[in-house]
């Protein structure tokens, strides 16, 4: 138990990395996004959340299940136009005084940009710097909460944007409204010993399984939601629960909040019908043989026997590194 005591992640999840300075007084401040405008640089992202991407020479994913391993990427900007931020714009943040701003947009074939080197965080996060990670995991996130956000919960009146990006006004009363994150919690399981509890959900294909994960209900405590989500999707106990670390997973607008927890392993598991297909403990010795076989992949179009873990952009997969790093 002395080795769990102290178990932590080898390294920040992916998608916690970034080298971009949020600077709120600058949302404020429009004679300083104007003075900066010109030399600034746009992050496009479409409406299915990918932005062009320079992929260093190597070839770029060719399916949804697809992430780069041992590549590294380089988030393609755009300069800006006109003499001030668009309506629309979200402004980003700043990073060696450039300032970043992000908005919808498309290929745009004129420029030269190829449709097949645009990715998303999925496909991307993991082989992005810790500029391009943190631009792109930010962009994302606020330009979904726009699109979802375009009237005023309390009168349905239309909204429009503020402080550059970052609340949304109501047209009648003047109600101000901002960014939305939706808390979740993601919990590896262990037996304290070597065992691992894993589970996969029923719109994955055969062979694909992570740890559990499940979002925080109105008035309930982080710790209080792991205990629950577990129990009700596998019905397992979980106690000792510890912290472990974060990160921000857009899809559309999410923050997965890593723990860990002990169970019993000799306890009987009932996976919850709709939500779990199937669920099993681990060893850490199957767990390093999946870690070094790969990530999950678009090639895998059958069903397989072989453990395959999710791609290295997900905190569940620093989870499951780290836990088989243990001695």
């Known amino acids: 138990m002395t080795a769990f005591a102290g178990f932590r992640l080898l390294s920040p999840p992916i ?15 429009v004679e300083r996004q104007l003075r900066g405008w010109h030399a600034a640089q746009l992050v496009v992202v479409d409406d299915k959340g990918r932005t062009p991407v320079d992929w260093g020479g190597g070839e770029p994913p060719t399916g949804p299940w697809d992430s780069v391993r041992d590549q590294v990427a380089r988030l393609r900007t755009r300069p800006t136009t006109g003499d001030a931020p ?9 990073a060696d005084d450039v300032q970043y701003w992000a908005e919808r947009g498309q290929p745009d074939l004129a420029a030269g940009d190829d449709p097949a ?3 998303d965080l999925r496909t991307a996060g993991a082989a992005l710097d810790a500029l391009g990670a943190g631009l792109l995991t930010g962009a994302v996130a606020v330009l979904n909460w726009h699109d979802a ?12 944007p503020g402080h550059a990006g970052w ?13 939305r994150t939706d808390p979740a919690v993601i919990c590896l399981v262990h037996d304290g010993a070597d065992h691992v509890l894993l589970a996969r959900q029923p719109v994955w294909p055969e062979g694909r399984f992570s740890v559990l994960a499940g979002f925080v209900e109105a008035g309930e405590s982080l710790e209080a939601c792991v205990m629950r989500e577990i129990h009700e999707e596998v019905g397992v106990v979980v106690r000792d629960v510890q912290y472990l670390g974060s990160q921000a997973w ?3 607008r999410s923050l997965m909040v890593g723990f860990h927890a002990l169970a019993d392993p000799d306890a009987p598991l ?5 939500e779990i297909a199937e669920a099993m403990w681990v060893s850490r010795e199957d767990l390093r043989a999946a870690l070094d076989h790969g990530d999950w992949s678009a090639e895998q179009r059958e069903p397989t026997k072989r453990l395959l873990l999710p791609g290295q952009v997900s905190i569940a997969r620093s989870m499951l590194e780290s836990w088989a790093a243990l001695d």
Do not use: I, K
Not at 15 to 29: G, H, I, K, M, N
Not at 167 to 179: T, W
């Open 86 to 94: 668009p309506e629309n714009a979200v402004l980003l943040g700043e």
């Open 15 to 29: 998608l916690s990395r970034s080298a971009v300075l949020r600077d709120e007084p600058l949302r404020t401040d």
């Open 117 to 119: 080197e645009w990715a």
């Open 149 to 160: 956000a375009r009237f005023c919960t309390r009168d349905g009146s239309p909204m429009h």
């Open 167 to 179: 609340h949304r006004v109501c047209e009648a009363s003047g109600h101000e409204e901002y960014p």
């Open 270 to 274: 009932v996976p919850a019908d709709g």
């Open 250 to 252: 857009p899809f559309p």
